[in-house]
Structure formats: C-alpha cells, structure tokens
C-alpha cells in the first residue's frame, strides 16, 4: 500500500514538472523547454503503468527502454541547445 502511495507521489510530481516545462516552452519557444516537458511526462506515464500492472519488476527490459528514451531525449536537447549557442 505505502509503495502505491510512492507512485502515486512520483506521478504527480513527474506530471507537475512536465506542466512547469510546458507553460516554460509556450513562454519561450526553446525547445530544450519542450524536451524536459516530455522526458518528465514519458517518466510519469511509465510510473502509472507501474501502478496498473499486477506484479511490477524495476527489472523489466520494457522499464528500462522507456526511461531510456526519457534520458536520450534529454541527452540530445542538451547537446543540440549547446551547439547552438556555441555557434552564435
């Protein structure tokens, strides 16, 4: 029940942060904004999978590709935000 409650917290708090990068993108248009809105909404999706499913496994490949799509999202609007200002 108390690891529940957790997800549910991780959620929400992933869900919020997604929705603070979002207005942050809309305010700027930088995408870099865009990228953290979307890495941290995959992450909450993945968590309420988590909630939904009967036997979760940290350990599971599918778990693992998710939050690795999240990162390398992350990784690439990092370095491309860094080439471009390295070219102006």
Same mark, same amino acid.
């Given at each position: 029940? =108390?690891?529940g409650f957790l997800l549910g917290v991780i959620v929400t708090a992933s869900l919020t942060a997604a929705g603070f990068f979002w207005r942050f993108y809309r305010q700027t248009r930088? +995408? &870099?904004f865009l990228a953290f809105a979307a890495a941290f909404a995959i992450e909450g999706f993945n968590r309420m999978a988590f909630l939904l499913v009967d036997k979760p496994s940290e350990g599971s490949p599918i778990i693992y590709m998710? !939050? &690795? =799509?999240?990162?390398?999202? #992350? #990784?690439g609007a990092i370095v491309a +935000?860094? !080439?471009d200002t390295s070219r102006k």
């Open positions: 029940m =108390v690891e930088d +995408k &870099l998710v !939050r &690795l =799509v999240a990162f390398l999202l #992350l #990784l +935000k860094n !080439r």
